[in-house]
């Protein structure tokens, strides 16, 4: 009994010392090194368990690591919700056991199966189990919260490979290094140290991959360098961050001041600039764009004078037979003040903009402060025209920019400029690292579809990122104006064309895998 005892500490140690790796590795530490041995500890546990306590295993270890990335689910409940700290507590525990938990449960399921056969499939087959359940996260659950891979964000080489794979790729790479790690750790153990046992042939295809990997995204970097040519073709933009703690901007009576402080920002910033296009955040102004058509009259007051067209944030609201709907929508005004067009927000978050489940609401909803949003139906590329070209701008709205498919789409419909317009005080309320990690996700969707990204944000960072991930002119100022130059492209990557054709083959290899080597798996269980 004292023995299982020991050996549960020990456990739970080794996970939660995993779990530390994995959140260094991670925005706003990014010690990345870190990541390539985050799953390490969790491949150790799971070596003498049997597939029932290799599931507990894998939930307890997406617990540890989700409350580690994503502590600010936590302080964002306390923050806009009124509730106590106790609910709080309870709601962040709610929301890795039911979006994260339940899929690296299964992954250590698998992983333990294969690891009992002791056969080298388990070289290819774990590292495609943990790929399979962050994208089976992704598409299920929704929530793909700084997946392994985007720990390597600021490493130019290494993520130019997520054109053809997208960030599952570099997910399956660190997999397959914390797994060798595990099997390189438990050959030299003491006391009888052995290198005889290391894993060598793993260990040379994790480093010709790596080398391979390496060099492509040397290639691709020099590629982009010899191509890029800030031609006429060239979109200046100016963007905007408010003041994203100011909840006035819902308030009717202050509709007019908000308006006129953006406005006075805009003006002051973008000062003999000539901006082709100017952008605000996400709800930069609270009153429904297409209801008021007095302060829209000053935004094309505002546009005609600065001859430049808006892209920004507002509620919209609509009347049909079935009711009122609200929707969190993103609005291109031409110089003038004419609405060119309208995306409304189509992932939307649980609790914060609509009920899950039909669970009861958190907020109160009223046409003043909409809670309740209705998701939009379809993606929305933007067209208008610059002095010099006609451009095209793929528009996602905060949290959307997490989903790679639907970043993919708008690329694949012609999209030449991604923008993301995000209001990132929800995640600022528990510090820094939420904001830093959404802005480490982005980084990736411009690699992906080889797109430059505009990205405007209240208490965020905002800036530009080039199709190799490379940002610049970053700020987390609440207030102020930056100005860049992006140059629309139009190819299309192999991630654009043919989407998670990666993941999908990891997770078909991982389920085979287990069900092809190990036919004894029903005596394993007991």
């Not at 050959?187 to 790596?210: C, D």
């Not at 600022?428 to 430059?452: D, K, T």
Request: glycine share 10%; charged share 15%.
């Amino acid at each position: 009994m004292l023995f299982t005892r020991q050996s549960h500490i020990r456990d739970v140690l080794l996970l939660a010392l995993g779990a530390g790796l994995y959140t260094l590795a991670a925005p706003p530490y990014e010690w990345s090194g870190a990541a390539w041995l985050a799953l390490t500890p969790f491949y150790l546990v799971l070596h003498d368990k049997t597939p029932k306590s290799a599931f507990w295993v894998g939930v307890v270890f997406g617990l540890l690591f989700s409350a580690g990335l994503a502590s600010w689910v936590y302080f964002s409940i306390a923050t806009f919700f009124p509730v106590s700290p106790v609910v709080a507590v309870l709601g962040a525990l709610f929301v890795y056991l039911v979006f994260v938990s339940p899929y690296t449960g299964l992954v250590a399921v698998g992983s333990c199966l294969l690891m009992r056969q002791g056969s080298g499939l388990r070289w290819i087959g774990i590292p495609a189990l943990w790929v399979s359940g962050e994208f089976a996260r992704a598409l299920f659950s929704g929530f793909a919260w700084e997946l392994l891979g985007y720990t390597q964000y600021r490493q130019l080489p290494l993520i130019q490979i997520t054109d053809v794979t997208g960030v599952y790729g570099l997910s399956c790479l660190l997999a397959l290094s914390g797994y060798i790690g595990a099997e390189c750790l438990r050959a030299v153990r003491f006391p009888h140290p052995s290198l005889r046992g290391l894993p060598w042939p793993a260990l040379s295809v994790l480093t010709l991959g790596i080398l391979l990997i390496w060099l492509y995204g040397i290639q691709r970097l020099d590629s982009y360098k010899r191509v890029a040519n800030p031609a006429a073709s060239s979109l200046k933009v100016a963007v905007v961050q408010g003041d994203g703690t100011d909840e006035r901007r819902w308030q009717p009576a202050h509709y007019a001041s908000t308006l006129l402080r953006y406005a006075q920002a805009t003006r002051q910033g973008v000062r003999h600039a000539h901006p082709d296009l100017i952008v605000w955040p996400e709800f930069a102004v609270g009153f429904y764009l297409n209801k008021n058509h007095m302060l829209r009259s000053q935004l094309g007051w505002l546009t005609r004078s600065l001859r430049a067209p808006l892209l920004l944030g507002a509620p919209r609201r609509e009347h049909t037979p079935a009711g009122q709907h609200y929707y969190n929508s993103a609005y291109l005004l031409a110089p003038g003040g004419q609405i060119l067009g309208v995306y409304d927000k189509m992932q939307l978050l649980p609790f914060a903009e609509y009920r899950p489940w039909g669970l009861p609401a958190l907020l109160p909803h009223n046409t003043t402060y909409p809670s309740q949003f209705t998701a939009g139906e379809q993606t929305q590329v933007f067209d208008f025209s610059s002095a010099s070209a006609s451009h095209r701008l793929g528009v996602m709205i905060c949290y959307e920019v997490t989903s790679p498919s639907l970043v993919r789409r708008l690329a694949e419909e012609g999209a030449q400029v991604l923008v993301n317009i995000s209001n990132d005080g929800w995640l600022a309320a528990g510090g820094l690292a939420a904001p830093a990690q959404h802005f480490s996700m982005a980084v990736i969707r411009a690699v992906e579809n080889r797109r430059p990204l505009v990205r405007a944000t209240t208490s965020g960072i905002s800036g530009f990122v080039d199709p190799t991930g490379r940002p610049s002119r970053l700020s987390v100022q609440e207030q102020g104006v930056l100005l860049g130059t992006v140059t629309p492209r139009q190819e299309l990557s192999v991630y654009t064309q043919y989407g998670d054709w990666f993941a999908w083959l990891c997770m078909g290899v991982g389920v085979l895998s287990c069900v092809w080597r190990v036919g004894g798996w029903r005596q394993a269980w007991h």
